[in-house]
């Protein structure tokens, strides 16, 4: 009987627990639903209903709008199946006009006129004392100048002291104000040929010259300036309208991966295209530039490359300079952002003409980046003849300690000069490329 009554209690207490048990696990239950998960992330909380929470940022121009460019187009694609290596475009006139210069000043004369270490302003005002026109200066201007006028038109005279003061005048008939500024705009009206222009663009450029307007529709370009940069244009326009040829390069740059653990054997190049393929091997300071016939060009080359290692191109394009100019190619204008090579720079200076009594393109080709020059190589050509620079080691733009790229991967570059001749607008009807004989006796002249 006791036995059967301690079963019984024995029962009721685990009854007991487990009713308890269930209580707690469905409580439990109960509390998980009233919240949901949440993840933290820098601080923000985020759930599955949040709205992403951004800082402000600065009014700035964003970089895909930045690189907008109209020329890219035509500077970063190479038809490599239709390259002219010679080609003709006629002589055509580049005149500069500058802008702003308001209305006509009146028709007046000026006689027995001297003026002695006057501030521009002050020497205009005195030639203007007896007249109802009235000099403003719309900038600061502080330079003195001296001088005498004979006889002259009130035009001449004031045109004399502008440039004497080094500054620019507009004339506002209405209101009777000659108006002074150290800032002048001008257009210049372009040659047709996209090459041409593009060979005057990259010629500012290296002056240093920049915010250009060009209207690729009418062929004009803006530009805006003191008088020191009205000088280096005009130095630019007026030697490249004297010049009879404008050089250009095509260019490819390539990354390359060597399949094995060893570099790239560049002597195989010998066997593989012949002796009489390689003009030329020239040393830099980092890398070698090879000269080479027209039978190696990219296709070739990529051919011969991909036996012993992978490629990618990294950047693809073209720049031409006036003869005797100088001018830069930027491979990241012409690739990708997120690639190594982005800071590179091809700068190139060249000239065609006699070379000890042959014709060449006589031609320094530097490699550099923002921390300075990385090599550079005087490359003599001759017209049809490439460039193929090696050697240059991929872990030079290498930024970081430690990085998943083969030390032995390197920076391939291949050029392609090309030679366009400027002739006599009647002697050429239209523009157009040399082949065949027409090539042989224009080399031969």
């Known amino acids: ?114 003026f002695k270490k006057l ?27 001296s001088g005498s006028i004979s006889t002259s038109s009130l035009t001449d005279a004031v045109e004399l002291m502008a440039k004497l003061g080094r500054v620019y005048y507009s004339y506002d008939g209405e209101f009777g104000e000659i108006h002074l500024t150290s800032q002048g705009k001008w257009m210049i009206k372009m040659p047709k040929d996209e090459t041409m222009i593009m060979a005057i663009l990259d010629a500012m450029r290296g002056a240093d010259i920049h915010n250009l307007l060009v209207n690729w529709q009418d062929k004009t370009l803006v530009f805006e300036g003191d008088y020191q940069t009205e000088r280096e244009v005009a130095k630019i326009i007026t030697d490249v309208a004297s010049k009879k040829y404008v050089l250009a390069w095509d260019i490819d740059v390539y990354r390359v991966y060597p399949k094995t653990d060893n570099p790239v054997v560049w002597m195989n190049m010998l ?96 490699l550099s980046t923002s921390n300075g020059e990385l090599s550079s190589f005087k490359i003599p050509s001759n017209i049809g003849d490439n460039y193929v620079i090696v050697g240059i080691p991929t872990h030079s733009f290498v930024t970081t300690p430690e990085t998943l790229i083969s030390p032995f991967a390197e920076l391939v570059v291949f050029m392609s000069p090309r030679l366009i001749s400027i002739v006599d607008a009647e002697s050429v009807k239209k523009a157009t490329p040399l082949a065949g004989d027409e090539l042989r006796d224009f080399l031969n002249e």
Request: charged fraction near 25%; charge should be negative; aromatic fraction near 6%.
């Open 1 to 114: 009987m006791a036995q059967n009554n301690i079963k019984k209690m024995i029962f009721v207490l685990v009854g007991v627990c487990s009713l308890c048990l269930a209580g707690c696990i469905k409580r439990n239950d109960n509390s998980a639903q009233l919240y949901d998960t949440v993840n933290v992330v820098e601080n923000l909380v985020i759930n599955e209903n949040s709205v992403p929470i951004f800082p402000k940022k600065a009014a700035l121009t964003t970089d895909t709008v930045q690189h907008f460019a109209l020329d890219l187009p035509k500077r970063c694609t190479v038809d490599w199946n239709n390259q002219s290596v010679v080609s003709v475009v006629p002589e055509e006139k580049i005149e500069i006009v500058r802008l702003g210069v308001g209305d006509k000043l009146p028709d007046l004369k000026v006689s027995d006129y001297e």
């Open 271 to 366: 066997p593989a295209f012949g002796e009489n393929n390689i003009r030329m091997s020239i040393p830099g300071v980092v890398g070698r530039a090879l000269v080479v016939s027209p039978e190696i060009n990219t296709k070739t080359l990529q051919e011969f490359i991909s036996q012993q290692a992978n490629m990618v191109l990294v950047s693809q394009g073209t720049f031409a300079i006036p003869n005797g100019w100088q001018s830069r190619f930027d491979i990241g204008q012409c690739g990708k952002e997120d690639r190594l090579e982005t800071d590179l720079i091809i700068g190139a200076t060249g000239t065609y003409g006699d070379y000890g009594g042959y014709k060449k393109i006589d031609a320094k080709i530097v």
């Open 119 to 145: 501030p521009v302003k002050e020497a205009m005002e005195k030639l203007l004392e007896d007249t109802d026109i009235s000099v403003i200066e719309d900038q600061d201007i502080y330079e003195k100048i």
